[in-house]
């Protein structure tokens, strides 16, 4: 009897190992690299929804059709905790445990920096929230960025609020890493570039909540702006909420990605309102407004800007695999997406360029938007392109 | 801004710090002294506190004050549980209770994660605003947690120097047996103090939590600090954790504004490394006794 028992076991067990490595081959696995915790959990989950939302959209249609098969989207993600050390094993896991080509992330700069190498070597497509000019070139030809980085929005942003505020003189708080010496670098230049005077710079640990200190040595300077620059929403909204505690009355300028969400909720509407914003999106438009609600819908929380962009560059993935014919031939579905021009996406209509910054077409070219924050939302004042707001 | 602005502005903040360092620390070197159980999940205590005063404000429309004595209670009832069920077994066993504590931290921090994500949450104080006195600027909310730690410490030292029960925890802190001897009950003891630590580390995660934000990992920094205070000022003694939570919250304020953020680090590290290579048992501790 026992016997019996044993091979009926093993017999629906080498069965259902069939059935499940059959099920395999039938799935494209899709990556998500991203800070899931601490103050930049919220950028993590914009990603992580991006993928799980095109995930969705792709498998309620019975999956993706490439080359007349059909294929089960399937999401994996992993939590760097932003610490380079971390994104390797992050990374490491996601291209030699679960075999994955295709990843959304890294988020971080310093994380960008640190995996870039191995995954260019094992053939990995990355999308990348970065700034770091150092996380697209020629070296790295499988990494995207489908966020427009300060690098290509600050000069054009920048020269709108300068002359619309009168800044004279700037201070900023810039996070002691990769991203924020790049980020503070630039912005200093661009604020230069227009006549204003970038006179104290701060540099502090990640983790920091306290900044009391560190915004009486900004005061002490006599700065009439303060600059939020790429600081991660949490962490803006702190600054936003101590500065105007500390009774800062000046003008307050985010030259980052979006934050708004969480300023408002840490800083209050009243510290909030007149806070001058970088937006991504624009939250008017049909197609932008719909994903929102899906966001909100399946998240229960307040959706990171950022995250239609990600949901754009997947859409794009998605396409080159079928113009490609092929889920499985990176050069091919690379080289098939990154030749898109004008391709249909959540946020519009969008195509690669960055050729004469970075030698090679990565940088998603979209337009975006100037906004201030009035009565806890984000007002759009400004249209902009990489060259110029209006 | 002149620069005895600047001065003041930076002391008071200091103050605000190390009335925060200082319940930190009077927790962690109380579990020492009297039972010692060095505890690593000390900051995971304050990241609790912080929760239950986010919840029982959010969620259900607690007012703040008493959400806090809600936060710190509940936190103390949780505490003693801890103590009986994961503490009590390696008494007498310090190493292996310090890697228990580490293991309950990392647990404590990721259930925290899976039940209530990682996104920071916040909650406005009902003390807003600023206090204004002449060109100095201080918010109210960080007025109220430097005000209500006073208080707190105050009481603690009522409790610790003129009751029974204060008289039975020094007492078997100064020596285990010889209190057995005279009578005292360890087995209700032990798990009164250590409630009455991490209900401390939970009251200061609800009095910070409108100032800072809460998430799983807010307990982090707090510990660490809590580290540096009791070795600071002795481990083990009460004295010292408020001595040195004062001392480490004003350095910081202090180098951070008047040097750099980065020097405040720095500073806060050196002196601990300073004081571990010429005076080990701290500012106010008991030299180790030999034989």
């Known amino acids: 009897m026992k016997l019996m028992y044993r091979i009926v076991a093993s017999s629906a067990a080498c069965v259902a190992g069939l059935a499940f490595a059959s099920a395999q081959a039938q799935e494209i696995k899709l990556g998500v690299h991203a800070t899931l915790s601490g103050a930049g959990a919220v950028w993590g989950q914009a990603m992580l929804g991006a993928a799980e939302l095109a995930a969705d959209e792709v498998n309620a249609k019975g999956g ?14 992993y939590d760097d905790k932003y610490k380079a050390n971390d994104a390797v094993t992050a990374m490491n896991r996601l291209i030699n445990d679960d075999k994955i080509k295709f990843v959304v992330g890294p988020l971080g700069s310093a994380a960008a920096v640190a995996v870039l190498p191995m995954a260019t070597d094992d053939k990995v497509i990355t999308m990348t929230m970065a700034f770091t000019p150092k996380a697209l070139g020629k070296e790295f030809p499988y990494s995207f960025r489908p966020v427009i980085s300060s690098a290509e929005f600050s000069d054009p942003q920048i020269a709108w609020v300068v002359k619309k505020l009168n800044v004279k003189r700037v201070g900023g708080l810039f996070p002691n890493d990769e991203s924020g010496q790049q980020v503070g670098a630039a912005n200093a230049k661009a604020y230069e570039k227009v006549g204003a005077n970038f006179e104290a710079r701060e540099y502090f640990e990640r983790e920091r909540v306290d900044f009391v200190p560190l915004l009486t040595r900004l005061f002490a300077k006599n700065i009439d702006t303060i600059e939020l620059n ?22 307050i300028i985010r030259t980052g990605g979006d934050a708004t969400g969480e300023i408002v909720k840490v800083a209050g509407k009243a510290a909030a309102e007149g806070v001058y914003v970088h937006q991504t999106i624009n939250p008017a438009d049909a197609k932008v407004a719909d994903y929102i609600k899906r966001f909100q819908a399946k998240y229960k929380s307040e959706m990171n800007a950022f995250s239609p962009m990600f949901h754009a560059n997947v859409q794009m993935l998605f396409g080159a695999m079928q113009q490609a014919k092929t889920t499985t031939d990176l050069d091919k579905i690379r080289d098939a997406m990154a030749s898109m021009k004008d391709y249909e996406t959540v946020i519009g209509k969008v195509s690669w360029s960055g050729e004469q910054a970075y030698g090679i077409k990565r940088q998603l070219d979209a337009p975006f938007y100037v906004g201030v924050i009035r009565d806890g939302v984000s007002q759009i004042v400004a249209k902009c392109t990489l060259k110029s707001c209006d | ?14 103050l605000v710090l190390g009335m925060l360092y200082m319940l930190m620390a009077i927790g962690f070197t109380m579990a020492f002294g009297i039972m010692r159980v060095v505890n690593f999940a000390h900051g995971e205590f304050y990241m609790i506190g912080a929760f239950v005063a986010f919840f029982l404000v959010t969620l259900w429309d607690v007012p703040y004050v008493l959400a806090i004595a809600g936060a710190g209670l509940a936190t103390a009832v949780l505490g003693a549980a801890v103590e009986r069920t994961v503490f009590k077994p390696f008494y007498g066993d310090e190493l292996n209770g310090m890697i228990v504590a580490l293991g309950l931290s990392v647990i404590l921090q990721n259930l925290a994660l899976i039940a209530w994500g990682p996104a920071p ?14 060109p100095l600027v201080f918010p109210n909310e960080r007025l109220f947690a430097l005000g209500a730690a006073v208080l707190l410490v105050l009481g603690f030292w009522l409790l610790m120097a003129r009751t029974q029960v204060g008289r039975a925890m020094r007492a078997l802190a100064q020596d285990k047996e010889v209190a057995l001897m005279q009578g005292i009950r360890a087995n209700r003891v032990y798990p009164l103090a250590f409630a009455m630590a991490v209900g401390l580390a939970a009251v200061a995660g609800a009095l910070m939590a409108p100032v800072f934000s809460v998430s799983p990992f807010a307990g982090h920094t707090p510990m660490l600090k809590a580290f540096v205070v009791v070795i600071l000022g002795g481990l083990g003694s009460i004295p010292g954790a408020v001595v040195g939570g004062l001392m480490l919250g004003l350095i910081e304020s202090l180098a951070g504004t008047l040097l750099s953020a980065m020097m405040a680090d720095i500073l806060q590290l050196a002196l601990v490394i300073g004081l571990l290579l010429f005076r080990p048992w701290g500012l106010l501790g008991q030299r180790e006794r030999e034989g």
């Open chain 2, 1 to 14: 801004m002149s620069f005895e602005v600047l001065l003041v502005q930076a002391v008071v903040n200091g």
């Open chain 1, 230 to 251: 790429g600081n991660a929403p949490t962490t803006a909204a702190l600054i936003v909420k101590q500065a105007r505690e500390m009774g800062f009355k000046g003008p």
């Open chain 1, 64 to 77: 993706l059709e490439v080359a007349g098969k059909k294929y089960r989207v399937v999401v994996t993600s």
């Open chain 2, 121 to 134: 949450r916040s909650f406005a104080s009902p003390f807003g605003g600023v206090l204004n006195v002449g």
